[in-house]
């Protein structure tokens, strides 16, 4: 690890992995719930991968958003908010990319057991994708959290679930 900074809901990493001798920034997020703050959130984001551009990025961590319906699962089904259209937009304008999620399709899980989501994900710029392009993000059974944990793979003999 070079350098690393803590800032308002995020921790930004700075390194080289040693194996591989690869530079890469790792921002972990923690987004905020009130929608005002997270549209902030996402444009200060925004504005710290844009000097990032053509680096092997990822943001990764808990965004406390969906993308779309199927990611959640609730008592109250019902229409998405906007906080799913500006998150889609911060990753399309950051040109970034989510993996399909493997184990599980959720992360978090409420204690009723009747609504759950997948808001903790690993988010890639294309050449963190180039350099290791056989990242999973894998999602394990979860023990006394209301999350599952969250694991980055790059293992070259992992395939993925089986079809």
Same mark, same amino acid.
């Given at each position: 690890?070079?350098?690393? *900074? ?59 958003? *969906? ?97």
């Amino acid at each position: 690890m070079w350098s690393s *900074v803590s800032c308002d809901n995020m921790l930004i990493i700075h390194g080289c992995f040693l194996e591989s001798n690869e530079e890469f920034h790792l921002f972990n997020v923690y987004a905020p719930c009130d929608s005002r703050v997270k549209k902030c959130f996402w444009d200060s984001l925004s504005t710290r991968l844009d000097l990032l551009r053509g680096k092997k990025v990822c943001v990764c961590g808990e965004f406390n958003v *969906v993308q779309c319906r199927e990611e959640r699962r609730s008592v109250t089904e019902g229409v998405l908010t906007s906080n799913s259209d500006s998150f889609n937009q911060f990753i399309e304008d950051n040109v970034l990319f989510n993996l399909p999620l493997c184990g599980r399709k959720f992360t978090w899980f409420k204690g009723d057991d009747k609504s759950m989501s997948w808001i903790d994900r690993f988010l890639f710029t294309e050449e963190w994708c180039l350099v290791w392009p056989n990242c999973l993000q894998i999602s394990y059974l979860r023990g006394l959290s209301d999350h599952c944990p969250l694991v980055l793979s790059d293992d070259e003999e992992n395939w993925g679930p089986r079809s």
